[in-house]
T-cell receptor, first 115, second 112 residues
């Protein structure tokens, strides 16, 4: 079946502009995660959604970052007033349910470059 | 809080040689441990995971890892490297189902 998809695959924007990154999880997966992967660093947890529960936003680095998940499926990560330090690969993952012992299935990522 | 350290950001081996990628974790309670692989321009894919069953875990593509509590390690090995193993490898730890922490990654290069 189809895996996790993300769009766009690449995004170049100017400092100060807003960007929206989209994630389509595997059908039926109730848990969805966003991570940020900066050059030479590991994955940094940003936020997760489990079903219709309130998301865990504990990893969001600033109030310029927000995310929503509509209808328990597609998720959008929004970065407002982008800064150069936001440049990174943003990865989305989903799993059948939220438990960190469960395998997470990752999308190919969105490469964001802020000029 | 748990953490994970991967020793060596780059590892280079010859085709057919042993692959050893090191991972040490810090946790005050028994952890769950994972190895993920990331091929160029792709997302991460689970190689194997330790969830308190057998300490020697076998994964896909001939990889295995051994959980050693006394050494707080979970090193990844493969007896014979293949060119297709060239990728970035991430170790991750989860404790009490409270978040997951990833290491900084190790880039494996396989020389012909």
């Amino acid at each position: 079946g189809a895996g996790v998809s993300q769009s766009p695959s690449n995004k170049v924007t100017e400092k100060g502009k807003d960007v929206e990154l989209r994630c389509d999880p595997i059908s039926g997966h109730t848990a969805l995660y966003w991570y940020r992967q900066s050059l030479g660093q590991g994955l940094e947890f940003l936020i997760y959604f489990q079903g219709n529960s309130a998301p865990d936003k504990s990893g969001l680095p600033s109030d310029r970052f927000s995310a929503e998940r509509t209808g328990g499926s597609v998720s959008t990560l929004t970065i407002q007033r982008t800064q150069q330090e936001d440049s990174a690969v943003y990865l989305c993952a989903s799993s059948p349910r939220h438990t960190y012992q469960e395998t997470q299935y990752f999308g190919p990522g969105t490469r964001l470059l802020v000029l | 809080a748990q953490s994970v350290t991967q020793l060596g950001s780059h590892v280079s081996v010859s085709e057919g040689a042993l692959v050893l990628l090191r991972c040490n974790y810090s946790s005050s309670v028994p952890p769950y441990l994972f190895w993920y692989v990331q091929y160029p321009n792709q997302g991460l894919q689970l190689l194997l995971k330790y969830t308190s069953a057998a300490t020697l875990v076998k994964g896909i593509n001939g990889f295995e890892a051994e959980f050693k509590k006394s050494e707080t390690s979970f090193h990844l090995t493969k007896p014979s490297a293949h060119m297709s193993d060239a990728a970035e490898y991430f170790c991750a730890v989860s404790v009490n189902n409270n978040d997951m922490r990833f290491g900084a990654g190790t880039r494996l290069t396989v020389k012909p």
